[in-house]
């Protein structure tokens, strides 16, 4: 089987094929192209929207329906909604990707370690995860945002020590089947310390499926973190902030509805559009659809 | 209309009559569609098989062996197509039959053994009542016609129950009783490959294939089933079709043999004829990489690995790894003729000094 | 990059083992040890330096465990694993380290003993990196470009990854890699069970010529009785975790001294239909090593066993010179092995 082809990465070939897949279905391409979307105009948004229309209160301007020069109408403090909407996705996806990110960042190293040296650190990890677990992820957000106090970091914070036991225990799960495979007792025999075998091999090999099961929470999570924000945990009264917005927008409920309908749609869109890629990813992926 | 252009190709079995022959493959090409592209897996394989004899069907992985048998019961993928050639079970076209009479012949005409007996038989299932199932329609013999005709008759449970414990006899089970009882897991791997090669010989079929049947067994145990197989013979009259990778399998069990190479059959002929002197080059240079005991020094090796069938070398498909390779055999593939008796090859060089 | 050694003195024993077990215990759901599975039990033999040590066994022989204990990829249960003089059974971290770059391992499986998102040039540099065998990633693409072209591949072959090749260019590929550390004993298990059989011919070959050039030691497991035959000096024959014969080649294919040894060789299909040959064929199936016969533990499918069979295990004792056996009766006394000289090719 000697392919006459260039030397193509494993990963590349399974990406290119994977992306074979993504487009032909109509709906998850859809998901993938509203969280670009949602992406790219958290990214752009202080280039587009000027920051200062958060804290410049123009208040003969307060409470005005959609109309031409405020598409989506003002808030409560004279502010175009639009842009506040836009404003706030920056804020929302950076702490989707931190939170999820740094949920990476701790669960792997240690459920990797933890899969592949047993043993008592295995023990201890599994117990502190199972505490976790005891406990819904909500209410358990709920209870360390409300020790740490209020603030937008320590929301990010309490949910990011909600979220990284998950991914401890499936990559630890992962790293499990992957320790007895051949190629491991090939680098033991050449007397490769365990440590570079775990950092630059296990875990490459064993983090895809995390990777996909983090796309699939990211909807969640930033469904998670604007309700926290709604309840008032995280971000403070003026800052844009979708949850932020809902619950300025609570009080006029009935007089300026659009105030609290806009914000709710955008985060169910975003949820949702991360949700279906990940949904999609996830089936592409599964080795039993495959060719 | 095959038939006459069969007969014109590979006149091999020209001689024998059609009358002699029970399965007949002609020119039988095949590709697999994959993601990489089709896989050109047969090439116009051509053998025959008559009425009782064993025929060895020999070749290293790729070679399209184990493609061919399961194209004869019809158990391929769902991205197999059959592009050309013929497959005839005793006058009867089998790529041509509906898939309702296709399990009629599996049941009764056609038995298939594997390589692997425990993903074949049913794990939550007694061997008692999976060989039972084979027994659900007796089948009677007319034995004085030398033909077999079947009456298909109800058999009533305790003769089932008999005619399992007489199979497992057959196949030198000890304690059938207590093996209708048990479960595959609890039974060896030779074990469960006799009750495998029981119920494919319990309904007497006319054509038994066995499929790599000994490769997965310890050496102790491979001699155990192949001196198991050839006591069997005796009292099995149909014919077999016997794939292996090892030579030394077809020259204890096998009266003819056809070696594959990427796809075709490049050479056929009896077993003495073969191994006494091979005539196409990958026949040989075969014979001549097997370590055998008493052999002494550097093995003969073939130069090259085996093909990528999804772009196959042209003409015929040996030739880059072909000692004695002509201009003409990466043009045109060579087709399967006859040299001596029984002897036929697919070789532009032996084409040349035929008789 | 390993230089050619010359070594001198030719009569100096590599590895030795003695006494090796390796039982793996059973435990019930409940947690309790119900029993254990005597993968190896009992084990002793020699590797002399420049020689290939062949040893046979069918499944349950304990063969692959005893080559994973050597490089204590599995802890031995009990016994010694003693290198040039050095006991290495319990020896850890730097120490073992150092030792462990004396041997090398070449898997069975040649499509799971690479990692598969490692470039072929990355699985070669790294151990030598690990090691400090090289310096800096230069020396080492240099190593590499030199292992590569001696196990007969391209070095354009560095920058692909493994699935772009075949099952035996892998293995060509787990030799050079076992030969990053300059390793003395190379331990072969099944290398050529997975490659057909023109690939095999190939393989064999280039072990065959690599030992020469770099007066390697081989201990190669496998259970195919003629390639152990073609590549061994001398060979042992394990059943159920022990050893029942080890002896020079000739003796142990022309006149074994084991009643197994003899099976085994007699099952052995010719390729040569005009062969008659004695046979020899086992009755029954292969114990379980959980529950190993008393005694001696191939009596279940002796033919010729005995009363003192089921109480006492036979030692491994000395026959003919160079020969040891494990049997309380001497087998020279039954008919010999046929091999017709016809077969012979030369």
């Known amino acids: 089987m000697n392919l006459k082809r260039s030397s193509w990465s494993p990963i590349l070939a399974e990406l290119k094929f994977a992306g074979h897949l993504l487009v032909q279905n109509k709906i998850v391409l859809s998901g993938i192209v509203i969280s670009v979307g949602v992406l790219i105009t958290a990214i752009l948004s202080p280039f587009v929207v000027s920051p200062t229309i958060a804290t410049t209160i123009d208040l003969p301007d307060r409470l005005h329906p959609p109309s031409a020069t405020h598409w989506f109408g003002t808030d409560d403090f004279g502010r175009d909604l639009l842009g506040m909407i836009i404003l706030s996705t920056r804020l929302d996806v950076s702490a989707m990707l931190e939170i999820v990110g740094a949920g990476l960042l701790i669960g792997v190293p240690l459920g990797a370690f933890s899969g592949f040296l047993g043993g008592k650190l295995d023990e201890a990890l599994m117990r502190i995860t199972d505490v976790f677990f005891s406990i819904p992820s909500l209410i358990l957000a709920l209870a360390v945002a409300a020790a740490l106090g209020r603030g937008l970091d320590n929301l990010i914070l309490a949910m990011i020590v909600v979220q990284w036991p998950g991914y401890a225990r499936i990559l630890r799960g992962q790293v499990l089947v992957e320790k007895d495979r051949l190629y491991v007792d090939a680098l033991r025999a050449l007397g490769i310390g365990k440590v570079r075998i775990i950092m630059l091999h296990i875990i490459p090999n064993t983090i895809y499926p995390l990777l996909v099961q983090c796309t699939l929470d990211l909807g969640g999570v930033i469904l998670t973190f604007a309700g926290l924000s709604f309840l008032g945990f995280g971000a403070s009264a003026l800052t844009p902030e979708l949850g932020r917005l809902i619950t300025a927008g609570q009080t006029y409920i009935f007089q300026a509805p659009w105030l609290t309908a806009f914000p709710g749609i955008a985060i169910l869109i975003i949820a949702l559009a991360f949700n279906l890629m990940g949904d999609g990813i996830r089936d592409v992926l599964d080795p039993k659809l495959r060719r | ?355 | 990059m390993p230089s050619m050694r010359r070594r001198k003195n030719l009569t100096n024993i590599v590895v030795k083992i003695e006494a090796l077990r390796k039982w793996f215990p059973i435990t019930s759901v409940l947690g309790r040890v119900t029993g254990s599975v005597k993968a190896v039990d009992g084990v002793d033999l020699e590797i002399s330096q420049g020689e290939t040590f062949g040893l046979v066994g069918e499944s349950g022989s304990g063969k692959t465990t005893v080559g994973r204990c050597i490089l204590r990829l599995i802890e031995p249960t009990s016994g010694q694993i003693i290198y040039r003089g050095q006991d290495i059974t319990k020896l850890k971290g730097e120490a073992f380290s150092k030792v462990r770059r004396k041997f090398g391992i070449v898997f069975q499986d040649p499509y799971a003993s690479l990692d598969p998102r490692q470039t072929i040039k990355n699985a070669l540099i790294e151990p030598m990196k690990y090691h400090k065998i090289i310096r800096d990633e230069d020396e080492g693409e240099k190593a590499a470009r030199d292992l590569v072209r001696r196990v007969g591949l391209n070095e354009d072959h560095l920058y692909r990854f493994p699935h772009e090749f075949s099952g035996g260019q892998r293995q060509r590929i787990a030799v050079a890699r076992a030969l990053t550390t300059n390793p003395e004993l190379i331990i072969f298990d099944e290398p050529t069970s997975f490659l057909d059989v023109s690939v095999q011919a190939q393989v064999l070959n280039l072990l065959s010529d690599l030992q020469k050039e770099l007066d390697l030691t081989y201990l190669f497991i496998s259970h195919n009785l003629s390639v152990i035959e073609h590549v061994s000096n001398r060979v042992g024959v394990m059943y159920l975790g022990r050893i029942m014969e080890a002896a020079p080649k000739d003796l142990v294919y022309r006149t074994p001294g084991h009643p197994y040894t003899h099976a085994l060789i007699s099952a052995l299909p010719i390729p040569n239909p005009d062969l008659a040959r004695e046979r020899v064929v086992l009755g029954g199936d292969i114990p379980s090593s959980v529950n190993i016969p008393s005694g001696c533990r191939f009596r279940t499918r002796c033919p010729y066993r005995k009363e003192i069979c089921a109480e006492k295990e036979p030692p491994l004792e000395a026959r003919l010179p160079g020969q040891l056996v494990s049997c309380h009766f001497d087998l020279r006394l039954a008919p010999p092995i046929q091999i017709n000289d016809a077969s012979r090719k030369a």
């Open chain 2, 1 to 355: 209309m095959v038939f006459e252009t069969f007969l014109i190709q590979s006149s091999g079995d020209s001689q024998l009559g059609e009358s002699d022959s029970l399965l007949r493959v002609c020119n039988l090409k095949l590709d697999f569609h994959t993601y990489a592209g089709e896989v050109k897996a047969l090439n116009g394989v051509t053998f025959a098989i008559k009425r009782g004899e064993a025929l060895g069907l020999v070749g290293e992985s790729g070679c399209g062996k184990s493609v061919t048998a399961l194209t004869i019961v019809r158990l391929l993928p769902d991205n197999a197509t059959v592009t050309d050639g013929m497959i005839a079970l005793l006058g009867r076209d089998l790529l041509k039959t509906p898939d309702n009479e296709m399990r009629k012949i599996r049941a009764e005409q056609v038995a298939m053994v594997f390589q692997d007996p425990t993903t074949f038989l049913n794990p939550v299932l007694t061997i008692g009542q999976q060989l039972e199932e084979v027994f659900q329609l007796s089948p009677e013999r007319d034995k004085a016609h030398s033909e077999v005709r079947h009456k298909l008759t109800k058999t009533s449970k305790a003769e089932r129950k008999d005619l399992c414990i007489e199979a497992l006899r057959q196949v030198k089970l000890p304690d059938p009783q207590r093996i209708l009882k048990q479960y595959p897991h609890e039974l060896s791997g030779g074990m469960r490959q006799r009750c495998m090669i029981a119920m494919a010989l319990a309904r007497n079929p006319d054509l038994f294939i066995a499929d790599e049947i000994t490769t997965a067994l310890d050496v102790t145990i491979q001699a155990q089933i192949l001196e198991l197989l050839r006591d069997l013979k005796r009292d099995f009259h149909g014919s077999t079709l016997l794939i292996t990778h090892d030579l030394g399998v077809v020259a204890k069990l096998c009266s003819r043999v056809a070696v594959m190479y990427a796809g075709n059959v490049v050479e056929l002929a009896n077993v003495r004829e073969l191994f006494a002197k091979p005539l196409h080059p990958y026949t040989q240079g075969l014979m001549k990489a097997v370590p055998m005991l008493g052999s002494v020094g550097r093995l003969e090796t073939i130069p090259g690995s085996v093909p990528d069938l999804i772009r196959p070398p042209s003409g015929c498909r040996f030739h880059p790894r072909c000692p004695h390779a002509l201009e003409k055999c990466s043009l045109v593939k060579p087709e399967l003729l006859d040299t001596t008796e029984g002897h036929t090859v697919a070789c532009h060089l032996c084409g040349e000094e035929r008789t």
